[in-house]
């Protein structure tokens, strides 16, 4: 027996399913006793189908989703297409149609999952992303499958390939922004508009859908504070540095008592923590839960390869549940009302970076605007000045949300000080 599936978009990552499947034919057979056949694919138009043929792939193109939803041999359509539109429309009419969806597309879910999720439910069809989050890493089916029995507190994740990618080559190999970005474009990691890689967009759709697996709580996108990589200057590296930090770009969702709270943003990494190692196109999701205690999961967050993989495994999870007649029944169960932290909840350790003029009594005006709102440091490095301008790295301990506005705002307000920067620090 065969199982007919479409594919949505033949780029980067649709490109790879057909080598895959051929490479785990055998495998495949065993799991499950049917042979997977893409039986259409979508192309944009006649000058796509050519060059596609010329690269050697033989099989049904179409150039209309009609052609896909009206053939009923065809029960699973993958979109690899991207983008809000018009992928939206055509997942939507496929689940209409009765077909169960696998889709890599974390724009589409973080924006309008909620509505899509419903339709698969009223449809009786399935709707699999895993991966949308963390490329390669089966992270969403942990989180639904292994942490139904636990209580997740705080996730930290580095969740962008590209991000991490550039910031590895800028400051281990001293790549230019420029040249880090054509690479991770070239080896096809960033999205087709690299914005939501570099400022934090792209982490923040992840985040947005880590919520729903390990929080039960749905964020919409603006409900997830973001900056991305521009933020960070080689400053502020080499300050982490003689600190002994490294930067990163990093998601964060906690849950307080009053609610949760997610963010990305350039963060201060301790180099005793496991999320400093996380280099290059490497992804890891690092858990601390009241059961297991820390946990982090790693592996390629981008790139074709392990992002065809993941999307294979959920035909292959979609395949089992209609096999098993399970087939309505949601990609993750877990559900709840959605509670924003307040702000005065919401604690971490921040970085300063302040240039002053260098000159007498200047620290100490620094003290009075800290000690004005109750903060305290940590760790105070003064970086040798030119007699005119100095700067000062401080890292302060613990500050709630309200703190840190009042900080940031006296620092800015202050004549003649200048605040270059302000990043969270984890521990
Ligand atoms: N690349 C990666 O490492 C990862 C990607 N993803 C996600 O996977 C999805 C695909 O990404 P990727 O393969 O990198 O992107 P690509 O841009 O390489 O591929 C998308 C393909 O879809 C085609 N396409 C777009 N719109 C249409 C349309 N209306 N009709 C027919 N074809 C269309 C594009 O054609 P054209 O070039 O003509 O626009 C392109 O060939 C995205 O949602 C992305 O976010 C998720 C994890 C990792
Ligand atoms: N552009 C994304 C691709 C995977 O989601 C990234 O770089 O992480
Ligand atoms: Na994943």
Same mark, same amino acid.
Request: glycine share 8%; with cysteine; aromatic share 8%.
């Given at each position: 027996?065969?199982?007919?599936?479409?594919?949505?978009?033949?780029?980067?990552?649709?490109?790879?399913?057909?080598?895959?499947?051929?490479? !785990?034919?055998?495998?495949?057979?065993?799991?499950?006793?049917?042979?997977?056949?893409?039986?259409?694919?979508?192309?944009?138009?006649?000058?796509?189908?050519?060059?596609?043929?010329?690269?050697?792939?033989?099989?049904?193109?179409? $150039?209309?989703?009609?052609?896909?939803?009206?053939?009923?041999?065809?029960?699973?359509?993958?979109? &690899?297409?991207?983008?809000?539109?018009?992928?939206?429309?055509?997942?939507?009419?496929?689940?209409?149609?009765?077909?169960?969806?696998?889709?890599?597309?974390?724009?589409?879910?973080?924006?309008?999952?909620?509505?899509?999720?419903?339709?698969?439910?009223?449809?009786?069809?399935?709707?699999?992303?895993?991966?949308?989050?963390?490329?390669?890493?089966?992270?969403?089916?942990?989180?639904?499958?292994?942490?139904?029995?636990?209580?997740?507190?705080? $996730?930290?994740?580095?969740?962008?390939?590209?991000?991490?990618?550039?910031?590895?080559?800028?400051?281990?190999?001293?790549?230019?922004?420029?040249?880090?970005?054509?690479?991770?474009?070239?080896?096809?990691?960033?999205?087709?508009?690299?914005?939501?890689?570099?400022?934090?967009?792209?982490?923040?759709?992840?985040?947005?859908?880590?919520?729903?697996?390990?929080?039960?709580?749905?964020?919409?996108?603006?409900?997830?504070?973001?900056?991305?990589?521009?933020?960070?200057?080689?400053?502020?590296?080499?300050?982490?540095?003689? &600190?002994?930090? *490294?930067?990163?770009?990093?998601?964060?969702?906690?849950?307080?008592?009053?609610?949760?709270?997610?963010?990305?943003?350039?963060?201060?990494?301790?180099?005793?923590?496991? $999320?400093?190692?996380?280099?290059?196109?490497?992804?890891? *999701?690092?858990?601390?839960?009241?059961?297991?205690?820390?946990?982090?999961?790693?592996?390629?967050?981008?790139?074709?390869?392990?992002?065809?993989?993941?999307?294979?495994?959920?035909?292959?999870?979609?395949?089992?549940?209609? !096999?098993?007649?399970?087939?309505?029944?949601?990609?993750?169960?877990?559900?709840?009302?959605?509670?924003?932290?307040?702000?005065?909840?919401?604690?971490?350790?921040?970085?300063?970076?302040?240039?002053?003029?260098?000159?007498?009594?200047?620290?100490?005006?620094? *003290?009075?605007?800290?000690?004005?709102?109750?903060?305290?440091?940590?760790?105070? &490095?003064?970086?040798?000045?030119?007699?005119?301008?100095?700067?000062?790295?401080?890292?302060?301990?613990?500050?709630?949300?309200?703190? &840190?506005?009042?900080?940031?705002?006296?620092?800015?307000?202050?004549?003649?000080?200048?605040?270059?920067?302000?990043?969270?620090?984890?521990?």
């Amino acid at each position: 027996m065969t199982i007919n599936i479409a594919l949505l978009g033949f780029g980067t990552v649709g490109s790879g399913l057909p080598g895959l499947l051929l490479d !785990n034919q055998q495998k495949l057979g065993m799991i499950l006793n049917q042979k997977i056949v893409i039986s259409k694919i979508l192309l944009r138009d006649q000058e796509t189908i050519n060059r596609v043929k010329k690269d050697g792939f033989d099989y049904p193109f179409v $150039l209309s989703m009609d052609e896909i939803l009206q053939d009923d041999s065809i029960s699973i359509v993958v979109e &690899l297409m991207g983008r809000l539109e018009p992928a939206k429309t055509y997942i939507s009419q496929a689940l209409s149609a009765g077909k169960s969806v696998v889709t890599a597309n974390k724009d589409l879910l973080a924006i309008h999952g909620r509505e899509l999720r419903a339709l698969a439910r009223e449809n009786h069809v399935a709707l699999y992303y895993e991966a949308a989050v963390a490329g390669g890493i089966p992270i969403l089916r942990t989180l639904a499958n292994s942490y139904a029995s636990d209580k997740i507190t705080r $996730l930290l994740g580095v969740v962008n390939g590209t991000s991490n990618f550039m910031m590895s080559k800028m400051v281990e190999e001293s790549w230019s922004y420029d040249e880090a970005l054509r690479v991770a474009q070239e080896l096809g990691y960033a999205e087709s508009d690299p914005t939501n890689d570099v400022d934090g967009i792209d982490a923040g759709y992840k985040l947005a859908i880590l919520s729903e697996f390990a929080f039960g709580m749905s964020l919409s996108a603006s409900e997830v504070q973001h900056s991305g990589i521009r933020e960070i200057d080689k400053s502020d590296v080499e300050i982490a540095q003689q &600190l002994g930090y *490294v930067i990163k770009l990093v998601g964060e969702i906690v849950e307080v008592e009053s609610g949760i709270f997610a963010e990305v943003s350039p963060t201060f990494i301790p180099k005793t923590h496991p $999320l400093s190692s996380v280099n290059g196109v490497m992804n890891a *999701v690092f858990i601390e839960s009241l059961g297991i205690g820390e946990s982090m999961f790693y592996g390629p967050g981008a790139g074709q390869k392990p992002t065809i993989t993941s999307v294979l495994a959920d035909i292959i999870r979609v395949v089992k549940r209609m !096999n098993d007649g399970t087939i309505g029944k949601s990609f993750n169960e877990y559900s709840r009302e959605t509670k924003l932290a307040r702000p005065e909840d919401v604690k971490n350790k921040y970085y300063f970076s302040i240039e002053t003029p260098d000159s007498t009594g200047q620290f100490l005006r620094l *003290v009075k605007i800290f000690t004005s709102e109750d903060a305290s440091f940590e760790q105070v &490095l003064q970086q040798k000045g030119d007699g005119k301008r100095a700067i000062v790295a401080i890292i302060c301990h613990s500050l709630n949300q309200v703190q &840190l506005k009042n900080i940031r705002e006296k620092l800015n307000r202050e004549v003649d000080f200048s605040l270059l920067n302000s990043l969270k620090v984890i521990y």
